[in-house]
């Protein structure tokens, strides 16, 4: 079977992208999806996502990690498949749809999508690190030698020694200024570091204003593959109104036979 896909990226962040309408995607193949995502033998990707129909919303975000498991929320992947259903028409420039963790809002203007992320209610304050859920759950722990770590070491440590089979995405962080972070993730699923996280720096925007390093609810989140913003509003509940914005750019497209 010869299969078309496209490529996209969202501050470096990549994707293999299938437009599945037609229900033509073997979702239950593991070894498909990870195949496709392998740098070496296949297109190369962070992840794969599909495009799909829903009844209740524009369309429906299905995504499998590298690793060719289905998984959590991808923020970055989201503000992705935004750019594709724009791409082919299903939406303008304005949209909802359905994912894993719910109903998402996101709007698309000039390559810049800005995507609505779910309620955080629960952050978990320690004394060297928070973690939080942003639709994908995330540690994130301040450091001083952000430039010169080894992220997929460090992070590897802390995935597996501190959370088990399940897991957790790691988040290392440095403040430039009161509205400017810089981050680096290492992604469970992906197993290494990658060159943007958007759950990620949405959860690093909330641990800072939560953990009082910024008193600012817009910052800039620098990462490896470019710069994201998170806006946000704090409630006695927690935290509405969260958005993530970035470049979401299609790359290139092609067929695979599989």
Do not use: W
């Not at 972070?181 to 958007?198: I, M």
């Not at 620098?222 to 750019?249: M, Q, R, W």
């Amino acid at each position: 079977m010869e299969l078309t896909f496209y490529k996209y990226q969202g501050t470096g962040n990549d994707f293999v992208i299938v437009d599945n309408r037609q229900d033509i995607f073997p979702k239950n193949d593991t070894k498909l999806v990870n195949f496709l995502c392998d740098r070496k033998f296949g297109i190369g990707a962070d992840g794969l996502m599909l495009l799909e129909n829903d009844e209740t919303s524009d369309f429906k975000m299905v995504y499998f990690n590298a690793d060719g498991n289905e998984s959590t929320m991808c923020g970055n992947g989201g503000r992705c498949l935004v750019a594709f259903a724009n791409f082919l028409g299903v939406v303008a420039n304005e949209c909802t749809f359905i994912a894993i963790d719910g109903l998402h809002h996101a709007t698309i203007e000039n390559g810049i999508v800005s995507l609505e992320m779910q309620d955080v209610e629960n952050i978990d304050v320690f004394e060297n690190y928070s973690f939080l859920n942003t639709g994908s759950p995330h540690h994130v722990q301040m450091v001083e030698n952000i430039e010169t770590l080894d992220v997929k070491t460090e992070g590897a440590k802390l995935r597996y020694g501190k959370y088990g089979s399940t897991g957790s995405n790691i988040n290392f962080v440095v403040k430039e200024n009161d509205t400017t972070f810089n981050v680096r993730t290492y992604e469970r699923g992906v197993e290494d570091e990658t060159l943007s996280c958007g759950t990620g720096v949405t959860a690093v925007a909330i641990a800072m204003f939560e953990t009082a390093k910024t008193s600012e609810d817009k910052l800039t989140l620098k990462t490896p593959g470019g710069d994201l913003k998170v806006s946000f509003e704090k409630h006695e509940g927690g935290y509405k109104n969260i958005h993530l914005e970035g470049p979401a750019t299609q790359v290139f497209s092609g067929k695979i036979t599989i």
